[in-house]
């Protein structure tokens, strides 16, 4: 059996995540910060191919709890989806941002992303694992928004992120790319719904709709899968063709 951790697990993205993964055979060990307690009925279908572990990305030692709660549940480690992220609290225009909001969206989206990732790799390699470790960015990673500066500096470092661990791993045999998506409806776009739907409307998204948890799942899905093996430090995009430039 092979064996995924997935951080932001009970979030949309990664919830999808792990029910892509659980249909694939995997066993997973997931993370968020929620108690066990707020999450278990969601979970409680994928029944023994699931692990829950409540932590918060941003501490080195909730890092570690993860990653031995796999290896010493399973002995291996086969894929890694860094999932977890986070917006800033407030909205703000970058001639208004503070430290502390920079800090916090920082911590968690590339310190704990690019931190969890070390700690994982070189435990593939120890094992001698032709792992896969996919990262999800955001179109934020190249699209400027000025209202979430920080969002998309963090975005733009998990993407950065993304080619190193692919150059230097490389040659251990473990591939790593990206997935880049668009606006996805999640319990963070949720505030922003009314701004987004008119948007759409008016043809900002050339699929018309909105990106759903599941799209990006899909993802996921096939980047562990071995369907791409000769594909590293790529960035797939599930935007609905949001990127595509128009006149």
């Not at 992220?85 to 992303?113: C, H, Q």
Request: aromatic share 10%; net charge negative.
């Amino acid at each position: 059996m092979k064996v995924a951790i997935v951080t932001g697990a009970a979030g949309g993205i990664g919830y999808a995540t792990v029910e892509e993964l659980v249909k694939k055979g995997f066993a997973v060990v997931g993370m968020n910060r929620r108690p066990y307690e707020s999450v278990k009925e969601q979970f409680e279908k994928f029944g023994e191919a699931f692990t829950y572990v409540s932590g918060d990305l941003s501490s080195a030692e909730d890092r570690k709890k993860l990653v031995d709660t796999a290896e010493e549940k399973y002995g291996r480690i086969d894929a890694l989806v860094n999932v977890a992220g986070v917006a800033p609290k407030e909205r703000r225009d970058i001639l208004e941002m503070t430290e502390e909001s920079y800090d916090y969206v920082m911590s968690i989206n590339s310190k704990g992303t690019f931190f969890l990732t070390q700690d994982v790799a070189n435990r593939m390699i120890a094992h001698k694992i032709n792992g896969y470790i996919v990262n999800i960015s955001s179109v934020s990673a190249y699209t400027s928004s000025t209202s979430r500066g920080e969002y998309c500096i963090s975005k733009a470092g998990v993407s950065m992120m993304t080619k190193l661990f692919a150059d230097r791993l490389s040659s251990e045999g473990i591939l790593v790319n990206e997935i880049c998506p668009g606006i996805i409806y999640t319990e963070m776009t949720e505030k922003v719904k009314d701004k987004y739907d008119a948007k759409i409307a008016d043809g900002l998204v050339p699929t018309g709709r909105w990106g759903y948890p599941e799209d990006v799942a899909k993802a996921v899905g096939v980047l562990v899968d071995g369907t791409f093996a000769y594909t590293t430090g790529e960035s797939f995009i599930v935007d609905g063709g949001l990127h595509i430039r128009k006149l």
